[in-house]
């Protein structure tokens, strides 16, 4: 009985990286009592993605992203596809890189999600105009990148936090 | 000497091996998978839609309830500015019912010539209207897009193409809609386009969303000159919206180029009322003809 227990435990741990980073995508479109807020909302969702593929791969598998990707186009109403897409390759990429951006100090890893963020928003501004046909204004863009990637060491903390609570003693 | 291989004509691997080969085509299975998906997005947008809103639909419960606090926190920052500016409020009403005053009774004395003007011309009354009270419960704003998801779906008898009002006028209209839950697309959405007239002048343009807060003119007469200040109706056109819903107030940019400040405010959108004007029904009807809800839904 007690195996049981420590399987089920363990099972729910395992599912916290992608729990929160649904959590996140779910935060990220909430109506804050901000006004315009979700005009320049950063990408929780990615941060998360970036975050526990760097740290912990083996809870984060791509088909996560994949979901996390499906959900977000979903509640954001982008075409179905684009963060799906974007989110896959980001974490096939991190992946690749991720001792590199883990294995140094916390300033390498923030400077790694600002080159992932700036790289993901080019290739989604660029995909966003070959499928309308139109382009987006970049101002709100650019400032929700900037911001993004200032936002990144607050949700990165929390992260951190629930990593060592919950998954320290793994 | 090389072993024989116990699996036929297959190289000899471990088991090991074989159970690491799902993990290594697991990659280029999904990466290929999200990319059938947006070239399937591009070719059939309309097919993933159904998709979109059953996702909605199973999360919007989620998401009302994440609303709650947030709602309340509204509540209570509202109250406190209320308190705040109790003193001077109360001035400024006061000098407004006395404004307002006169104007009721210009308005009763119009009220009664316009009366006596449509029994002349045996005018047709707008079509009975039917409206549903919904919550906001996501704001999909976005760089890329400007949208509201709210609590109110096929169920409640919302569809496709209804007016999203709020007390300060139109928002946008319902452009998906699932069993709980629709979405809704805003006037300032890149998409949008909307036939609209200004009241003073009558000129004819259509507003087109930018994602920017002040949608821009398109289509001006030659011979039209939007003046500051103007006021911006619905046209009636397209057959989508009845004429004279209000829609915002003409103001110039730093460039001297009109663009239109919607009469609600889009960026504080907490309740929205989405109403159907009945177009196709076209016929007088006084009474509100299906659903019919004063209160927010809970």
């Known amino acids: 009985m007690n195996l049981f227990w420590h399987k089920l435990d363990s099972g729910l741990r395992h599912l916290i990286p992608a729990l929160v980073s649904f959590l996140m995508a779910l935060l990220t479109v909430i109506a804050w009592p901000v006004p315009w807020l979700g005009t320049i909302m950063p990408p929780l969702s990615l941060i998360a993605l970036y975050y526990w593929t760097c740290h912990r791969p083996d809870l984060f598998p791509i088909g996560v992203a994949f979901a996390l990707g499906l959900l977000t186009d979903s509640l954001s109403g982008l075409p179905i596809g684009v963060s799906a897409f974007l989110f896959t390759l980001a974490h096939f990429v991190i992946l690749r890189q991720r001792r590199f951006f883990a294995g140094h100090s916390f300033i390498v890893l923030w400077l790694g999600f600002a080159l992932t963020t700036f790289i993901l928003t080019l290739m989604q501004y660029l995909i966003l105009f070959v499928l309308r046909g139109e382009a987006t204004p970049l101002f709100p863009l650019f400032f929700q990148t900037i911001l993004g990637a200032l936002f990144f060491p607050l949700p990165c903390w929390i992260f951190i936090r629930l990593q060592r609570t919950a998954l320290g003693a793994e | ?298």
Request: aromatic share 8%; hydrophobic share 40%; glycine share 10%.
């Open chain 2, 1 to 298: 000497m090389r072993r024989p291989s116990s699996y036929g004509w297959f190289p000899a691997v471990s088991a090991l091996t074989w159970r690491t080969i799902p993990y290594r085509f697991s990659s280029a299975f999904f990466l290929i998978l999200s990319l059938v998906l947006l070239v399937f997005a591009r070719a059939q947008p309309v097919a993933l839609s159904s998709f979109r809103t059953h996702v909605v639909d199973g999360l919007a419960p989620v998401l009302d309830a994440a609303m709650r606090p947030m709602a309340a926190l509204e509540q209570g920052e509202i109250s406190v500015q209320h308190l705040l500016s109790l003193k001077t409020d109360n001035q400024r009403l006061r000098e407004e019912n006395l404004h307002l005053g006169e104007i009721q009774n210009t308005a009763i004395a119009l009220k009664k010539e316009n009366n006596e003007l449509r029994a002349l011309l045996n005018f047709k009354v707008e079509p009975g209207l039917s409206y549903i009270s919904a919550r906001v419960i996501a704001d999909t704003g976005g760089a890329y897009e400007r949208g509201l998801i709210v609590t109110a779906g096929r169920t409640d008898g919302v569809h496709e193409g209804m007016a999203a009002m709020t007390g300060g006028g139109l928002i946008g209209r319902v452009v998906e809609v699932g069993d709980w839950s629709s979405r809704i697309l805003l006037i300032s959405d890149l998409n949008s386009r909307l036939p609209v007239v200004i009241a003073e002048t009558g000129d004819r343009f259509i507003l087109s969303g930018d994602n920017s807060p002040r949608p821009k003119l398109l289509f001006l007469p030659r011979d039209s000159s939007p003046i500051a200040g103007y006021h911006v109706v619905t046209s009636g056109h397209g057959g989508i919206f009845p004429p004279n819903l209000p829609v915002g107030l003409i103001q110039e940019t730093d460039q001297g180029k009109p663009v239109v400040v919607p009469s609600a405010d889009l960026g504080r959108i907490t309740f929205v009322r989405l109403v159907d004007f009945d177009l196709k029904g076209g016929a007088f009807n006084p009474i509100a003809v299906r659903t019919h809800s004063e209160s927010p839904k809970k």
